[in-house]
């Protein structure tokens, strides 16, 4: 039964179990404060009665004195006896006004011949219901015993109870009821959130561009409610955040696949379409076959390079605390001068500036792939400009970093375009065929290898000029080795 009960009081409401709580509470309290009040009222009472009887036996002892019995009518209701007591018996004088029950008073009556205080007890006499008796002496050996009913006490003590209870029960249920409301209202803050809770539960967030509308408003509750909604609105902002970056990478990698798999198609369409030439008898010639396995290789070697490039990038993705990169001390400076070298060389119809500040410039950092970064800032400047257009590289050292500044002064790239430049597969010319402008993956190539060395790139320059800055701290932190 209890256990039922139990489960039955946990089923209910927040709000609910608290008016409960609080009627329970509230009733505990008034079962106190009535038992209080009534035992302080019937003492109260019982006093006041004393002290009646006690002037009472004052003019009734007198009396008692001059006759030897109380002569003076009692009260309606009142009985008066007087004793003869004497070594612990008492012997009743006649006449006398007693119940047919006596042996209450007789018993205070020898109970009083061995005190020296008047006696005060409260007795139930058979047939009369309760009765105050209170003995004095008279004299030596004379005792004075008076009775009197308690039937007005009790039945003012009733009519106490009787509003007490009635009193207390409307109060206790206009605390339930008011305090329910109260209540309700009160967390009326908190049934919006779980609504919030169950809109958002219903909310479809599968898709890319999930977001959450739903939100916690109000002003009530408390400071307690509103740092609550305050918490649950940051989860939101907290969740939604979340989901923007999941969408963005879902994109992102959609984007990704499909370009890299239009990127790879073209090579191997090219390389299928000069394999079936080779079906003709006109492919059989010598120069033709060699002009063609030319174009396999080419279309080949392209394909290593993108592959290469892709494979680079997801193992940066994949290393979340250190980069595949093999360490080692060397010269910065030298490794600019090699990569001018091979830029000269390579695009002649571009002129290239060097500086290079300190002679030597020793890092602890992966040459091959820094060398790699110069290179692809170095041919993007290249395929992007016309020719003619003047290349520089400049190399400085500022406190605790280095920087390469790779700048030309082309046709500079458009403000929409800057903030995905550095996106996989991204180019500014969409036109722009691939012998020509490359696959899209110089520069995030060359952002991941700089972000794993823990530098920086950034993209400067205004219009008609454009400046990549490379920024390596003067110690990075060794990593694995690729």
Request: aromatic share 6%.
């Amino acid at each position: 039964m209890i256990r039922r009960w139990w489960r039955a009081y946990r089923a209910l409401r927040l709000g609910t179990r608290l008016a409960l709580g609080l009627g329970v509470l509230s009733l505990v309290v008034f079962a106190v404060v009535g038992t209080v009040l009534t035992a302080y009222m019937r003492d109260y009472l019982e006093r006041q009665l004393a002290d009646q009887m006690k002037l009472v036996q004052v003019v009734q002892s007198k009396d008692a004195a001059t006759h030897g019995t109380v002569r003076r009518k009692p009260y309606y209701g009142w009985y008066t006896a007087v004793y003869d007591v004497s070594g612990g018996s008492a012997d009743l004088r006649t006449p006398a006004e007693v119940p047919a029950d006596s042996r209450a008073l007789t018993a205070l009556a020898r109970t009083m011949a061995r005190s020296d205080e008047d006696l005060t007890r409260t007795v139930r006499i058979g047939g009369h219901g309760p009765y105050l008796l209170r003995a004095c002496e008279v004299e030596p050996g004379v005792v004075l015993v008076s009775a009197a009913p308690m039937g007005d006490v009790e039945d003012t003590v009733d009519q106490l109870i009787t509003m007490q209870v009635v009193a207390f029960g409307l109060a206790l249920l206009a605390l339930v009821v008011f305090g329910r409301r109260m209540l309700r209202r009160g967390l009326k803050p908190l049934s919006d959130m779980a609504s919030t809770a169950h809109g958002i539960t219903s909310h479809d967030l599968t898709e890319s561009a999930a977001r959450l509308p739903l939100r916690v408003d109000g002003r009530d509750g408390g400071r307690e409610v509103a740092e609550l909604r305050t918490a649950f609105n940051t989860m939101l902002e907290h969740i939604d955040d979340s989901l923007a970056v999941r969408a963005r990478a879902e994109q992102r990698l959609r984007r990704f696949v499909a370009d890299a798999s239009h990127e790879l198609r073209t090579p191997l369409m090219s390389v299928r379409g000069y394999a079936d030439l080779f079906q003709y008898a006109a492919a059989n010639e010598p120069g033709e076959r060699e002009r063609h396995l030319a174009r396999l290789r080419a279309e080949a070697a392209r394909m290593g390079v993108l592959l290469d490039d892709l494979l680079l990038l997801a193992r940066l993705d994949a290393a979340e605390v250190e980069a595949p990169l093999r360490w080692e001390d060397a010269d910065l400076t030298e490794l600019v001068r090699q990569a001018a070298d091979a830029f000269r060389a390579g695009h002649p119809e571009h002129p290239l500036t060097v500086t290079t500040g300190p002679a030597v410039v020793k890092l602890r950092l992966d040459p091959r792939r820094i060398r790699q970064v110069l290179d692809n800032l170095l041919t993007n400047a290249a395929v992007h400009t016309p020719p003619g257009t003047k290349v520089s590289v400049t190399v400085s050292c500022p406190a605790d970093a280095v920087r390469v500044a790779v700048a030309d002064t082309g046709p500079g790239i458009p403000v929409a375009d800057r903030e995905r430049i550095f996106d996989r597969f991204y180019r500014v010319d969409k036109a722009r065929s691939r012998d020509r402008g490359g696959s899209g993956l110089g520069l995030a190539v060359a952002g991941s290898l700089v972000r794993a060395h823990g530098g920086t790139i950034e993209l400067g320059g205004e219009p008609g000029a454009t400046v990549f800055t490379v920024t390596l701290p003067a110690a990075p932190r060794p990593a694995a080795a690729l």
